[in-house]
């Protein structure tokens, strides 16, 4: 597997790899056959790597700190919401990241707090603002300027897919919120 970006791991690369050690009846209850079908599916290779990405990164990149945390820097499953609270929001200023990424709530946002730029890209499978919208973005390093970009997905065919498999509606429910096409 050759890759030329940085990625790290997040709570379902977790639940993936606990999974593997054990199936369990309660994440298949919530997520449906999905990590099933990654158990099946993924090859050794694909396992190990997964096995082998990183809860968080701080890399430099033109003289810029950046910190990649899937939920924040200080817990790598807190949610941040676009609604949180100054206080804790506050706490990303002890990171020494200059701009920070996260991602968990799927919620697209930024803000600054004590000289950092906080950036959560949203989603782009499971946008919980509206479903089949992919939540993006660019960050120009030249000029330090973060450009939001979305992109329109059909989700009709995935949804199909879960009507047809599973019992949960977990994912249906994420895949058609707000989404005009599926309003009754």
């Not at 396992?47 to 817990?75: A, C, M, Q, R, V």
């Not at 919980?128 to 009709?156: E, M, Q």
């Not at 058609?176 to 096409?181: E, G, L, V």
Request: aromatic share 14%; glycine share 8%.
């Amino acid at each position: 597997l050759k890759r030329n970006c940085n990625i790290i791991s997040g709570n379902h690369e977790r639940i993936f790899l606990e999974y593997l050690n054990k199936e369990d009846s309660k994440i298949d209850k919530k997520y449906g056959s999905c990590f099933k079908k990654y158990k099946n599916e993924f090859d050794s290779e694909l396992t190990e790597y997964i096995k082998s990405l990183p809860e968080y990164l701080n890399l430099e990149i033109d003289n810029i700190k950046f910190g990649l945390y899937h939920g924040s820097n200080f817990d790598s499953d807190f949610y941040v919401y676009p609604t949180e609270d100054r206080g804790v929001l506050d706490e990303f200023s002890k990171s020494d990241s200059d701009v920070i990424f996260i991602g968990h709530s799927h919620y697209p946002f930024m803000f600054n707090s004590g000289g950092k730029t906080i950036i959560n890209v949203g989603s782009v499978g499971q946008s919980r603002v509206v479903g089949g919208i992919a939540s993006w973005g660019v960050f120009d390093t030249s000029n330090s300027v973060y450009i939001p970009k979305t992109t329109l997905y059909d989700v009709s065919k995935v949804i199909e897919k879960i009507e047809e498999l599973e019992k949960g509606k977990y994912l249906e429910l994420i895949l058609k919120r707000n989404n005009i096409h599926f309003e009754a």
